[in-house]
Nanobody
Framework: QVQLVESGGGLVQAGGSLRLSCAAS????????MGWFRQAPGKEREFVAA????????YYADSVKGRFTISRDNAKNTVYVQMNSLKPEDTAVYYC???????????????????WGQGTQVTVSS
């Protein structure tokens, strides 16, 4: 079984930056997709970004394009999301998720992922 541990959340002022990490351990896959989702209070969980292990192809939500960058370190089974120019509306609990995946591009839907981390809080003050 795969375990995911997120880190890097915190409190930052608008315009600031944070980098989130998601480390996979346990029974890791040789090929997978890993995604980041977020959930603000009273809102549904929404897609943020995703990447495939093998091809490194990425998808981003329109709301974060140009501000967030997802990357992976295959040797460490870790995925990162660098978040720049943060806005108060980026405030949410951020979750990483993983799924065995051989596709060229990663899935962007919540239901496609089957293993989730515990989440890390990101708060952006205005």
């Amino acid at each position: 079984q795969v375990q995911l541990v997120e880190s890097g959340g915190g409190l930052v002022q608008a315009g600031g930056s944070l980098r989130l990490s998601c480390a996979a351990s346990g029974r890791t896959f040789s090929t997978y997709a890993m995604g980041w989702f977020r959930q603000a209070p009273g809102k549904e969980r929404e897609f943020v970004a995703a990447i495939t292990r093998n091809y490194g192809n990425t998808y981003y939500a329109d709301s974060v394009k140009g501000r967030f960058t997802i990357s992976r370190d295959n040797a460490k089974n870790t995925v990162y999301v660098q978040m720049n120019s943060l806005k108060p509306e980026d405030t949410a609990v951020y979750y990483c998720a993983v799924v065995l995946w051989g596709g060229f591009y990663p899935p962007r839907t919540y239901s496609a992922y089957d293993t989730w981390g515990q989440g890390t809080q990101v708060t952006v003050s205005s």
